[in-house]
């Protein structure tokens, strides 16, 4: 069954992101970073001070993942506790925001290197929280805003449609509940 569709010959290559294009770049300078400073570090007290610096991050790290995981389940169990005894429970509480971003600096912290550590310090820091989670939730609502309307059927249409290679995978739909009583017949094995 064919539609009479054409399939271009050449598509026209989608142009790469920004992030696609830098992020490699980025994450192969801060780990070139990270070694030389702890490099630096060694050269200027010892092996030991680096290693017993990074044993520090990691402790502490998962300390603090463990705690932000804690007070997560805890505010669920009361939010759960609060709807079957049918209270409405809070619209926002003071100790419940900034647990992912505690999550974060709390894996930063335990990733080896003082960037990390640094930027994982920084995370758990309430006002930088608090930028942090403003910053994140404009970005997001932003990038709602510019969204085009419409459903998941336009996003699968527009992937399809921009496929590099341009194929198309034609096929038919068939229904159990259609057939009736009509007895089965074997169908035929799927090939490319």
Do not use: C, Y
């Amino acid at each position: 069954m064919t539609t009479g569709a054409q399939t271009p010959g050449n598509p026209a290559r989608p142009r790469r992101s920004r992030l696609r294009t830098f992020l490699p770049l980025g994450l192969a300078a801060w780990l070139v970073l990270e070694i030389w400073l702890l490099m630096v570090v060694a050269g200027a007290s010892s092996g030991l001070v680096v290693f017993l610096v990074l044993v520090a991050g990691f402790v502490l790290g998962s300390v603090v993942i463990k705690r932000a995981g804690r007070r997560a389940f805890r505010n669920l169990s009361e939010t759960l506790q609060q709807q079957q005894s049918g209270v409405m429970p809070a619209a926002a509480r003071p100790n419940s925001e900034g647990n992912g971003l505690m999550m974060l600096g709390g894996l930063l912290l335990m990733i080896p290197g003082l960037v990390s550590d640094a930027m994982g310090l920084l995370l758990l820091l309430p006002p930088v929280q608090k930028a942090v989670s403003r910053t994140a939730e404009r970005t997001f609502e932003r990038k709602l805003r510019e969204a085009d309307p419409g459903g998941l059927g336009g996003v699968f249409q527009q992937a399809r449609m921009h496929r590099p290679d341009g194929k198309v995978v034609q096929g038919e739909v068939i229904r159990d509940d259609d057939r009736g009583d009509a007895p089965r017949e074997p169908r035929p094995p799927l090939t490319h």
